[in-house]
């Protein structure tokens, strides 16, 4: 027999045992099933039961021990002054016999876990609703956690589906208009060329959150975004997409400046993504009349690219997150048609080349981002 000191550190034990059991449970599945199981082990009870309450605040059984499937599974009843009643029915126990606690998230009741007590125990102990409790507690805790985290990869996974999914059409739809623009442009008139060209400009900018979204399911369920790091002239492909911007957007003045050697081991068409996402921002979020500048300078053994506008200060709070997704450079700015993965995606591409990435936003300085990475690939061994 042991004693109350014992009987007590014993408890508090295989509580902790169960509180971890939980914290680790992956599925909502299998925080239920531990939850049910673990309070019947900890009160020595043959039955428990938990309750989850639904978009209309109705309980239903999502979890049961030592009770039938064919009990349980009928069960759906609101919260009300009559559940205790028919729970003390469905578990087969008089009321003394009878503890439930509420499982509580965010100050709000969302659920009940529930015991059959054995003979001779009473739910007026406190030491039996201390136990179940903390299992309660810590189950609707896990259960929250793993919501959240289902949530976000079913998310994440039909981001990818869809995204996969629309890129032939916007493609379709891309390349009719572009074909009609350069083949029937001397038999529309005026207005079918403007409709045709907003066609074609919408389905543009459809296309590259599309691009965007399946980088983003890449980067976070794929492992990271892959790069193949060969040889080659980095200043030659960062004048080539300024050249490109030059050409969209003749009233801006861009500036291209390097110094040392510019060659190195990269991935050129994502490093093309990186540079072409970074003075995409800058031609968007700086000031007009001021100039774009984008610098290359080779530091040792490491690669830099910083690209610089003028305009109003990113605030100091929005840098702290500004390369998570669904984040904006600006978040105020009421022009910006994207969907916030820009820097999320050119912040994977440059540690994809063993790299990193900065950002610093003055009134006197302006903003200025900045790529750092390896001059030469690692050799795998």
Do not use: C
Not at 66 to 75: A, Q
Request: proline fraction near 5%; hydrophobic fraction near 40%.
């Amino acid at each position: 027999m042991l004693r109350p000191d014992e009987q007590r550190l014993q408890q508090f034990r295989r509580l902790t045992e169960v509180s971890r059991a939980l914290t680790y449970a992956i599925t909502s599945e299998e925080v239920l099933r531990l939850a049910t199981e673990r309070a019947a082990e900890l009160l020595e009870t043959p039955k428990s039961i938990l309750l989850l309450t639904d978009d209309e605040g109705a309980l239903s059984v999502r979890a049961s021990f030592g009770l039938g499937e064919d009990v349980t599974r009928r069960y759906h009843e609101p919260l009300n002054e009559t559940l205790i009643n028919q729970l003390q029915q469905l578990l087969g126990v008089p009321p003394e016999r009878f503890l439930g606690v509420p499982m509580v998230v965010g100050g709000e009741v969302t659920g009940l876990l529930a015991v059959a007590l054995p003979p001779g125990a009473s739910s007026s102990s406190p030491e039996h609703e201390w136990l179940l409790s903390a299992v309660a507690d810590q189950a609707a805790v896990s259960l929250e956690k793993t919501r959240l985290e289902e949530r976000g990869k079913f998310r994440d996974r039909l981001i990818g589906i869809v995204s996969h999914d629309l890129r032939t059409p916007i493609g379709v739809i891309l390349m009719g208009a572009s074909m009609l623009l350069e083949t029937e442009v001397n038999h529309l008139d005026a207005n079918a060329l403007k409709v045709l060209s907003r066609i074609r400009s919408s389905a543009e900018r459809a296309s590259r959150m599309i691009i965007d979204l399946l980088d983003y399911t890449q980067a976070h369920l794929g492992g990271g975004i892959r790069v193949e790091r060969k040889p080659g002239d980095v200043h030659l492909l960062v004048r080539q997409v300024v050249m490109d911007f030059e050409a969209a957007y003749p009233d801006r003045d861009f500036e291209v400046v390097h110094e040392g050697d510019p060659h190195a081991d990269f991935d050129a068409d994502r490093m093309a993504q990186v540079v072409g996402n970074l003075v995409s921002n800058a031609v968007q979020y700086g000031a007009a009349g001021t100039p774009v500048r984008v610098a290359l300078r080779a530091q040792g053994e490491s690669v830099l690219i910083s690209v610089q506008n003028r305009g109003r200060v990113i605030p100091p709070e929005h840098l702290l997150n500004i390369f998570e997704p669904m984040q904006q450079v600006d978040p105020h700015a009421s022009h910006s048609r994207s969907v916030g993965l820009g820097l999320y995606i050119v912040d994977n591409i440059v540690s994809a080349h063993g790299g990193d990435i900065a950002v610093e936003s003055t009134e006197r300085e302006g903003t200025t981002f900045t790529i750092r990475f390896p001059r030469r690939a690692a050799v795998s061994r």
